[in-house]
């Protein structure tokens, strides 16, 4: 598979298939086109016995900055088969590995979507961030179930209630990334697990990869659909059009009366 979408590029090479956010003038937020063809690329690549192991990677500077608001609030997730959500289901079952290259800010979705990924390597510049709760919001990913597993009870609680960045090197202890690496060579790297990966036996690695997180996957799929539940109602009470509006206008959101 080859696609030269602006935004989203794929491109599959010696079973690897790399993804690649490309819109780094809007920081690579994400939107509702984008995440479908999110989706179609893992949805496919569950099914290609071409490719065994995808590559999720952005630029030096930047992953992503998450939902790009605009979007987001002209076509805001109305149902589960929504592109956000179909992304979201395919990258949390997906059977075969999948390394990700996280430089610069990886806010939002940018930072939950490396839950479900297996090899994590992050810039010394990486940034992550969960501001749900500053946007009027409800974490998704099945953040909630898997940050609280990750970092212990009360880090997950300060990032999820603070929504605040912490740095490549916490993420680093608390098991987020497996190694933080200059910027500029963090996409080889990733490149070079996954050349290393796709050499091994590929029904060893889906059914490596299907006994670390079996028992958990039905888990996370059903916390993720409550999210999604809590996520596409709190998108219309006051907090989060207060939150939204304030970010379009570029001011302080006033959140006194939510």
């Keep these: 598979m080859s696609n030269t979408s602006r935004d989203i590029l794929v491109h599959d090479e010696g079973g690897v298939r790399t993804i690649t956010f490309n819109r780094v003038e809007r ?30 990677q952005g630029d030096a500077a930047v992953f992503s900055a998450g939902n790009d608001i605009g979007d987001f609030l002209q076509q805001p997730p109305s149902t589960q088969d929504a592109p956000v959500f179909r992304f979201l289901r395919a990258i949390a079952t997906f059977p075969k590995p999948v390394v990700a290259a996280v430089c610069g800010p990886a806010v939002g979705i940018g930072t939950t979507m490396l839950l479900h990924c297996d090899l994590v ?16 919001l409800c974490p998704e990913a099945a953040s909630s179930l898997l940050v609280p597993q990750m970092m212990g009870y009360h880090r997950a609680a300060e990032a999820l209630l603070l929504g605040e960045p912490f740095m490549a090197e916490a993420a680093l202890e608390v098991g987020l990334v497996n190694r933080v690496v200059p910027p500029t060579e963090c996409n080889a790297i990733a490149q070079a ?25 039905a888990a996370v799929l059903e916390r993720m659909a409550e999210e999604g539940v809590s996520f596409g109602r709190m998108l219309r009470e006051p907090a989060a059009r207060e939150a939204f509006s304030a970010f379009m206008a570029k001011r302080s959101p006033d959140f006194s009366k939510c």
């Design 121 to 136: 390597y992050a810039g010394d510049n990486a940034a992550f961030s969960m501001p749900f709760v500053n946007l009027g």
């Design 27 to 56: 920081k690579n937020s994400i939107t509702t086109a984008m995440y479908a063809q999110l989706a179609d690329a893992y949805e496919t690549a569950a099914q290609d016995a071409a490719v065994r192991v995808v590559v999720l």
């Design 193 to 217: 697990q996954a050349r290393k990966l796709a050499a091994k036996p590929l029904s060893a690695l889906i059914e490596t990869k299907r006994l670390l997180k079996q028992g958990q996957t």
